[in-house]
């Protein structure tokens, strides 16, 4: 009955409207003098969608089976698996499913995380949201939805019967809102505008979310290109409905950069200022850099530049680099996870085991990451500190991951143990455990993708941390971009 009382009338699905879900007739019908024909799981008789293209005043012709197949439609309810429209402009059908799918079961975990604090980007998509995005957002926003659901679903069903037709719908919306951006950049006044910046941004998340790695670079450069032809990021930064989207970009950017080949790191060279802009503007914000403090965040920042300095050609002595990796890891060393909680108002025992938990894989990324460039020295003294803060990491993970709440944000923090633990069996059988099961919690590829990529690294016989990443990976879990504010 929860499922029924979402669905629209079989009438405001013909017209296009919002439903007030009012039984056994809904309002919207009756003020209007329509007949309500109700909510059944059959769509009425005299209810009948024209496919596109086809027109409605022409005489009626002798219909086979095969027409009526084509312009009925079923019931929009969530465990149907959508069919794909013959035209670029989204169905309403299928954009109804996917709004009750997502308000029914992805609102509701999502909601688990607000109990850590107020986050702007977790929101149900209510009528009015519903209606803006029928009425004035491009197709390309619309079908974000579509594919964040599909996504969703497959990542819970995996390896079920009803995977393979969720697979296809999926990359079948996906080149449908492709080519809805494209068509929007191609267009002058619209190409570097607040909805395309969002429509690229939705894009990368849905593509982080699904496995598609490679791909969210090109989503970033993009994006990037935009924000220099509008002013960068500081101009940007002056229109508040835009900072949950620089912040996105910020967070995604930085942390992809830990996960990938020297040689393709972005932000850590390039836009350092803005950075620091960023970081200093906002750094009191609610989930600004995810639920990563922001100590912590601007010290992953000088890991990158370090990291990309030492593998160029660079008059700078080796010295210089060791020097300040080291007063990187005494500043993370240093860093108190109960004081950073101590403002937040809930679940503050949550938040310091986050804390601890980041703590401890920055320690590990900045020893690692920089030995297998020879910054830092191979020696005993640093054995220890990763040996220590390897298993302090993997009993912290362990506990977090029976937090809901908190699940989302760890899958970085499980990257960064499997990479020091290649010699430990222990923690490679709890990897290999854990990592599919966050997944179906979690209705994101992202974990599985990261078994995938460990599992090449262990059986690889290398130990260092570039030896891991053969392209860029990013394991940031944002589940949502906040685009309630845009026009």
């Avoid at 059944?40 to 409605?56: C, E, F, M, S, Y």
């Avoid at 060791?322 to 809930?346: C, D, G, M, V």
Wanted: glycine share 4%.
């Amino acid at each position: 009955m929860a499922e029924d009382r979402k669905r629209h009338c079989w009438e405001c699905l013909r017209r296009s409207l919002v439903c007030d879900f009012t039984r056994p007739q809904c309002k919207r019908c009756s003020t209007t003098g329509v007949i309500c024909p109700g909510y059944n799981d059959t769509q009425p008789i005299r209810l009948r969608w024209l496919a596109p293209g086809r027109v409605k005043s022409r005489k009626r012709k002798p219909m086979n089976k095969d027409t009526k197949e084509i312009t009925r439609k079923q019931s929009a309810s969530p465990n149907d698996i959508v069919s794909p429209p013959t035209e670029l402009k989204t169905d309403l059908h299928v954009f109804v499913q996917a709004t009750e799918y997502y308000n029914a079961c992805i609102y509701p975990d999502l909601l688990h995380i607000s109990r850590l604090g107020p986050n702007t980007a977790i929101y149900p998509i209510t009528p009015p949201i519903f209606q803006m995005a029928i009425a004035t957002h491009p197709d390309h926003i619309r079908l974000v939805i579509v594919c964040m659901t599909l996504s969703h679903r497959m990542n819970r069903a995996r390896h079920g019967p009803e995977c393979h037709a969720l697979a296809r719908n999926f990359f079948h919306y996906r080149g449908q809102l492709i080519r809805s951006l494209s068509d929007d950049i191609r267009v002058e006044h619209k190409c570097t505008s607040d909805l395309v910046i969002a429509g690229i941004l939705t894009l990368l998340l849905v593509d982080a979310q699904q496995g598609a790695s490679p791909h969210y670079r090109c989503h970033l450069d993009g994006v990037r290109r935009i924000f220099m032809l509008r002013g960068g990021m500081r101009s940007l930064a002056q229109s508040t409905r835009m900072v949950p989207l620089l912040l996105f970009v910020v967070f995604t950017a930085v942390m992809g950069d830990t996960s990938s080949p020297v040689p393709d790191l972005t932000m850590a060279t390039s836009h350092l200022e803005e950075l620091d802009f960023m970081i200093n503007q906002y750094s009191s914000r609610p989930f600004a850099f995810a639920a990563y403090p922001t100590a912590l965040f601007a010290e992953i920042i000088k890991i990158n530049y370090l990291r990309v300095r030492a593998s160029k050609s660079d008059p700078t002595p080796t010295c210089v680099y060791t020097n300040n990796a080291y007063e990187i890891l005494n500043r993370i060393h240093s860093f108190s996870a109960e004081q950073w909680a101590e403002p937040k108002s809930r679940a503050h025992a949550e938040w310091v085991l986050l804390g601890n938990i980041h703590q401890a894989a920055v320690a590990l990324y900045c020893i690692l990451s920089l030995q297998s460039l020879a910054i830092l020295p191979q020696s005993s003294f640093l054995q220890q500190h990763c040996i220590y803060h390897t298993q302090l990491l993997h009993r912290l993970l362990s506990d977090a991951l029976t937090f809901h709440r908190i699940e989302r944000f760890i899958v970085w923090d499980l990257v960064v143990l499997g990479v020091a633990a290649v010699n430990d069996a222990g923690i490679r059988k709890f990897l290999r455990q854990q990592l599919p099961q966050l997944s179906h919690s979690t209705g994101t590829y992202a974990p599985l993708m990261a078994r995938t990529l460990l599992e090449r690294f262990w059986a690889s016989g290398e130990t260092h941390w570039d030896a891991c990443f053969d392209q860029p990976y990013t394991f940031a879990m944002n589940m949502s971009v906040d685009v309630s504010g845009l026009r």
